[in-house]
DNA sequence: ACTGTGGACCCAGTAGGAAG
DNA sequence: CTTCCTACTGGGTCCACAGT
């Protein structure tokens, strides 16, 4: 509320927000449904929102949208003054504006047989291109109203046009108003789609804290359960991304003997631990003396490990209901490094490191986003660490706000075709060709421009 | 002019501690 | 117990210098 106004001499009804970014895209407006002055707490907030899939157009008269005209788009807005960005006040709000722009725009309401003619609607697309410097702040609301951005096609309402549509690219790179800059581009990209944790859950895999010890390969693991058959039943299977490499994973096994703080052991409530330890090597003869081996290394792991004894991990038992992501297909990924390596995981139960995190699902289009050239470029804009460092950050709180676009059926499916190429094939020397194919799609997914595109090829970062 | 060696430095990757 | 991040490790690269 205004200095000098109360919430009693404003009529929530008059109130109409307009979301929107530099491109509109996307583009929204939100009212007070069935708002009564001095009435606020009754107030529906109503959103009506475009992306550029959606062709849909939402009339106000269909609404009955409280709003008649929109402000005039000057001239000199026409030059992007990057000193004003983001802060810059909208220019909307002043009186005088509003006031001399009443008869630019007419809603269909007053006028809806003229709206129909091809040249009105070139006039608005022309007046509304022009991007409007737009407070930064007002554009983070955000509502549940993330779905609108996945609204599917209608073309058949494409004819009416009631509300200015300036979600139209060739334009706004013809005109060249625009100077593609990183800043503008990773502004895009956090405005496109919805974010990750919208609609994926992420894991973190489990601390080891003393990954040498409890991770074998498989010959140590044919030779352990040679050595002593009871051996298999605390070996698990753990994924492990491979050094340097996208898509696969390694396959290996973790030693998981849950604490004694989870689960009754033989040796759970022995007072002493040397006695312990002897049972525990009548139990699993095999891995315990594996584990002896390092067991000044495990018996100094600090604070923060519940294992009561050394050759115990600080975890619960290895069961669906402690886990349920290790018994799903998942996306792993790691947890830093020089840039994102996501692989796909079918391998029933395996657990994943603390040194990776994992989404639980199969869609195959969301590990094309994350190995994509587009995504690596937002996450060197994004992900890098306060220390200024060469690591990126791929935590968990970074990951679930990372934009992942909408994706139609038919994109999901041609993405998730060209990974399961890779995925079935992953020595082919073909690879980067197919990895080429992938980046085109996802630049497609998020609308980019070819400056844009050329923007991330060439690794342009803010 | 070329090759081999070793030290210095850089950087990616990771273990494990701190904080919550 | 989870999450994040720091400090460490170890591999890779560069470069000066010595030997061939």
């Known amino acids: 509320v205004a200095e000098g106004l109360s919430e009693k001499n404003i009529n929530p009804a008059k109130i109409t927000i307009i979301c929107a970014n530099r491109y509109f895209r996307p583009f929204a407006f939100a009212y007070f449904n069935n708002a009564e002055p001095g009435n606020w707490h009754a107030a529906v907030l109503k959103i009506l929102a475009w992306t550029q899939d959606n062709t849909y157009i939402q009339t106000s008269y269909e609404h009955k949208l409280p709003i008649e005209s929109f402000a005039e788009f000057r001239d000199e807005d026409n030059v992007v003054d990057e000193s004003v ?35 009105e609607t070139e006039a608005s697309l022309e007046t509304s291109t022009t991007p409007q410097p737009v407070n930064r702040d007002r554009q983070q609301i955000r509502t549940d109203g993330d779905n609108l951005l996945a609204t599917p096609q209608n073309s058949e ?17 013809n005109r060249s108003i625009l100077p593609v800059v990183p800043a503008d581009l990773l502004y895009k990209l956090q405005n496109t789609g919805a974010p990750l944790g919208y609609h994926w859950n992420i894991h973190a895999g489990i601390n080891l804290r003393c990954v040498k010890a409890f991770i ?16 298999s039943k605390i070996i698990a299977p753990i994924a492990r991304r491979l050094k340097k490499k996208k898509w696969e994973l390694e396959a290996a096994y973790l030693i998981w003997i849950s604490s004694s703080l989870h689960k009754q052991w ?25 584990l002896i081996d390092y067991k000044d290394i495990l018996k100094s792991r600090g604070a923060g490990s519940k294992a009561k ?7 619960r ?27 796909y995981s079918t391998w029933y139960a395996a657990c994943i490191p603390n040194t990776s995190y994992c989404i639980p699902t199969d869609d195959l289009s969301l590990l094309a986003i994350l190995n994509s050239k587009l995504f690596d470029w937002y996450a060197r804009a994004q992900f ?8 990126l950050f791929f935590t968990k709180k970074n990951m679930e706000k990372s934009p992942i676009a909408f994706r139609s059926e038919n994109q999901k499916m041609e993405l998730s075709y060209i990974v399961n190429l890779i995925l079935s094939n992953p020595n082919i020397p073909e690879i980067p060709d197919i990895e080429k194919e992938i980046d085109a799609l996802v630049y497609e997914l998020y609308k980019l421009t070819d400056a844009e595109i050329a923007l991330i090829e060439k690794g342009i970062n803010p």
Do not use: C
């Open 85 to 119: 960005l983001p802060d810059a006040p909208d220019s909307v709000d002043t009186p005088e504006e509003t006031e001399a722009s009443l008869e630019t725009f007419t809603t269909p309401q007053h006028t809806p047989d003229s709206v129909d003619t091809p040249e």
């Open 157 to 173: 309402s494409q004819q009416v046009v009631s509300v200015p549509n300036p979600v139209r690219e060739e334009r706004i790179t």
């Open 216 to 231: 074998i390969d498989e010959r140590k693991r044919e030779y352990l359960i040679r050595e002593d058959a009871n051996s």
């Open 266 to 290: 033989p040796w759970s409530y022995m007072e002493d631990e040397s006695e312990a330890e002897q049972i525990f090597a009548q139990t699993y003869p095999a891995i315990s003396r594996h």
């Open 309 to 315: 004894y050394y050759w115990e991990l600080s975890s």
């Open 317 to 343: 038992e290895l069961k669906r209901e402690n886990y349920p992501e290790f018994y799903q297909p998942k996306i792993v990924y790691p947890i830093s490094g020089s840039a994102m390596q996501a692989a």
């Open 384 to 391: 890098r660490n306060s220390t200024g460092g060469s690591n």
